[in-house]
C-alpha cells in the first residue's frame, strides 16, 4: 500500500508531514512465545491495538540479527531478522499486515557501527593489518602502549579497543560495536543497498541511528566526530535512493545543540525529518518550552520541513517521572537516576504535555508505554541491569533499561499479558492499574486521553502553522490551521480560558470553567 494516504494526512505534501508516529520497542512490546523477549508474532498479534490507538506509522528499533551487546544497536547482519524475534517472512506480513491497517512501517538504520559479528569484521579481524577488510572500519597502530588517540567512548571508558595483532578499533560507543569508515565507497555502496532491499520490502522509511557522527577527523587531537560537512554528502544520496521509490522517508536522530547545523540536515535534497530533541529536553517551565516551540519553528518554516514533537524514546527518562523531579529538564550527560520523583505531579503534566506536543504543527512520536503514563523504573536489581553503559561506566551509570521494561496489558499480576514466560527486565506490580486492559474501561486514563488525542488530531491537527495568543507569561495557549485552540497552563494557579465555543478535550477537570495548574486543554473557537 505504499503510496496510498491515511485519512487525515496530507496527499499532497507528504504523509509524514503530519503523522503521528508509534515507537515500537519490539524486545519489550509484546511476546508471542513465552521466552520473555518481545518478538514480531507479539507485535502482529497486538496490531488492532495500534490502529484503535489512532497512529499512521510504527518506528521499530533495531530487528537484525544481533548479540544485543547494545539492544540491538550491534547490528551482525542488515538484510535478516533476529531469530528471538521472527523471520525476514512475518517480518514481511507484519509490513502488509500494517498497511492493510493504514499503518506505516519505519525501520531503524544503523550506519554508525556494526556488531563485532557482523561478516565485515569478522573478516577484517582475520585478514589482518594493512588488509583491505580493515579499510571498512577505522583500524590503527597505537602511540606506544596506549590506543591511537585520547577519544573516550559515548557509554564511558575509552573509544578504542585493542585486537591480538597489536591494532586498535574505533568504537564510540561499546567494543562491540566497531565503528564503519565511511570514507570507504564500498561502505557507502553497501548502505545504499541496504536501503534497496528495505524500501524493496514495502517499509516507508528509515530511522537513522546516531545520524551525525558518521564521518571522522582521526588526525585531530580532540574528539572529532560530531557533524562533519561530508556527513550531508552521504544524506544526498540517500535521498536519491529513497527519492526513487516514492513516500518512503528519512529520519534523521541527530543529537545537536545548535539549530543551525541541525537546520543543514532538512534541506530539501537531505532528510525529510529529524527528532526534536530540543523540545524533550525542555524543562516544564513556560518560557522554556515557549522559546524550544519558536526556536523549533523558525527552523523548520525557513526550509519548509515540518517539525517534529517528541516526549520520549528508549534512550531517556520517561516524561512521568522527569516531569515530577525538582528537575525537569533532560541531559543525556546528567541522567538524574534515582532524583526523587513526585509521579502524580508528573503524570499531570505528562496528560498536558502530551496536549501540547500533539497540538503543535508537524509530527508527533508516542513511545510506547507513553499512552499508559508508565513511569521509569528505578529499581531494577543490579544483576538483571543489560545496558552497556551500566558496565561501561563502572557502575555509576544505570543506563537506560527503566524505560524499556515490558509493557503491561492486562490482569493484575506480572507479567501482565505480556508474556506467558518471564520478561527479560522485571515490571512493577504496581502497573496493574496502568495495563491497557485497566484504562480500556476508564475514561479518564491516559489511554483514553491519547485515543481522543490521536483521533481529534488527524481531523484538525498536524501539519501546518500557529498563532499565539497573549495569556500571560505562565500560559501557553495558540490557534491552529483548523481554529482550534491549544491552552497549557504551566503557572501555579488556575487561569481563564480565552473565548471559545466548546471544550473538545482536557488533560484533566476544570475548575469552574478555570484551567487549573499543569493542565491543557483543546478548545473549538467561537462560531
Ligand atoms: O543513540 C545515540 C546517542 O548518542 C544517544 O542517544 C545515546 O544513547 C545516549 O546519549 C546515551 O546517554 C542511538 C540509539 O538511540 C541508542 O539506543 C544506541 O545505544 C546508540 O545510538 C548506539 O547505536
Not at 544481533?66 to 524475534?85: K, L, N, T
Not at 531503524?108 to 577488510?133: C, I, K, T, Y
Request: proline share 8%.
Amino acid at each position: 500500500m505504499p503510496g496510498s494516504t491515511p485519512p487525515g494526512t496530507t496527499p499532497d505534501r507528504g504523509w509524514w508531514r503530519g503523522a503521528a508516529i508509534y515507537q515500537v520497542y519490539l524486545r519489550s512490546f509484546a511476546d508471542g512465545n513465552g521466552d520473555g523477549t518481545g518478538d514480531l508474532a507479539g507485535l502482529r498479534s497486538r496490531l488492532q491495538y495500534l490502529a484503535d490507538l489512532g497512529v499512521d506509522a510504527i518506528w521499530l528499533n533495531p530487528w537484525y540479527p544481533s548479540p544485543m551487546a547494545d539492544g540491538g544497536y550491534d547490528v551482525a547482519d542488515y538484510r535478516s531478522i533476529e531469530p528471538v524475534f521472527g523471520t525476514l517472512a512475518e517480518a514481511e506480513k507484519l509490513i502488509e499486515e500494517a498497511h492493510d491497517l493504514g499503518i506505516r512501517t519505519i525501520v531503524d538504520v544503523v550506519p554508525n557501527h556494526a556488531s563485532d559479528q557482523h561478516a565485515w569484521f569478522r573478516e577484517a579481524l582475520a585478514a589482518g593489518p594493512g588488509s583491505e577488510a580493515r579499510e571498512r572500519f577505522w583500524f590503527r597502530p597505537g602511540v606506544g602502549d596506549g590506543p591511537p588517540n585520547g577519544w573516550q567512548s559515548i557509554f564511558g571508558g575509552p573509544a578504542w579497543t585493542q585486537v591480538p595483532d597489536g591494532e586498535w578499533y574505533l568504537h564510540l560507543f561499546a567494543p562491540e560495536q566497531p565503528d564503519f569508515n565511511w570514507n570507504n565507497p564500498a561502505v557507502r555502496e553497501e548502505f545504499l543497498d541496504v536501503l534497496r532491499f528495505w524500501f524493496d520490502r514495502g517499509v516507508d522509511g528509515v530511522r537513522i541511528d546516531s545520524a551525525a557522527v558518521l564521518v571522522k577527523d582521526l588526525d585531530s587531537v580532540e574528539e572529532s566526530y560530531t557533524d562533519h560537512d561530508g556527513v550531508h554528502d552521504i544524506y544526498r544520496e540517500w535521498r536519491r535512493v529513497s527519492d526513487s521509490y516514492g513516500g518512503r522517508i528519512l529520519i534523521g536522530e541527530v543529537w545537536l545543540p545548535d539549530q543551525d547545523r541541525f537546520a543543514n540536515y532538512l534541506r530539501a535534497d537531505e532528510l525529510h525529518t529529524a527528532f526534536n530533541f530540543d523540545f524533550l529536553s525542555s524543562a516544564w517551565e513556560p518560557a522554556a518550552l515557549r522559546a524550544s516551540i519558536d526556536l523549533t519553528l523558525a527552523t523548520h518554516l525557513s526550509l519548509d520541513a515540518p517539525a517534529t514533537w517528541v516526549l520520549s524514546n528508549h534512550d531517556v527518562a520517561r516524561p512521568v517521572t522527569r516531569y515530577g523531579r525538582a528537575v525537569t529538564s533532560w541531559d543525556n550527560a546528567d541522567r538524574r537516576d534515582g532524583m526523587p520523583s513526585d509521579l502524580e505531579l508528573g503524570r499531570r503534566r505528562a496528560r498536558a504535555a502530551a496536549l501540547l506536543a500533539m497540538a503543535l504543527p508537524g509530527s508527533v512520536y508516542v513511545y510506547q508505554g507513553e499512552e499508559l503514563g508508565l513511569n521509569e523504573v528505578e529499581d531494577i536489581p543490579e544483576e538483571l541491569i543489560d545496558d552497556p553503559m551500566w558496565e561501561r561506566s563502572g557502575h555509576t551509570v544505570r543506563g537506560r533499561d527503566g524505560c524499556r521494561v515490558p509493557l503491561p496489558w492486562s490482569g493484575d499480576e506480572p507479567p501482565f499479558g505480556y508474556s506467558t514466560g518471564t520478561p527479560w527486565l522485571p515490571q512493577p506490580a504496581s502497573w496493574r492499574d496502568l495495563t491497557v486492559e485497566a484504562q480500556q474501561e476508564d475514561p479518564e486514563s491516559m489511554l483514553r486521553l491519547y485515543r481522543s488525542a490521536l483521533r481529534l488530531r488527524r481531523r484538525l491537527l498536524g501539519d501546518g502553522t500557529i498563532a499565539w495568543l497573549p495569556l500571560g507569561d505562565e500560559v501557553l495557549a495558540f490557534v491552529r490551521d483548523s481554529g482550534l485552540i491549544c491552552v497549557v497552563n504551566l503557572g501555579s494557579a488556575p487561569v481563564d480560558l480565552p473565548a471559545h465555543d466548546s471544550v473538545l478535550l482536557a488533560s484533566g477537570p476544570l475548575a469552574d470553567g478555570r484551567l487549573p495548574s499543569d493542565t491543557a486543554v483543546w478548545l473549538t473557537p467561537l462560531s
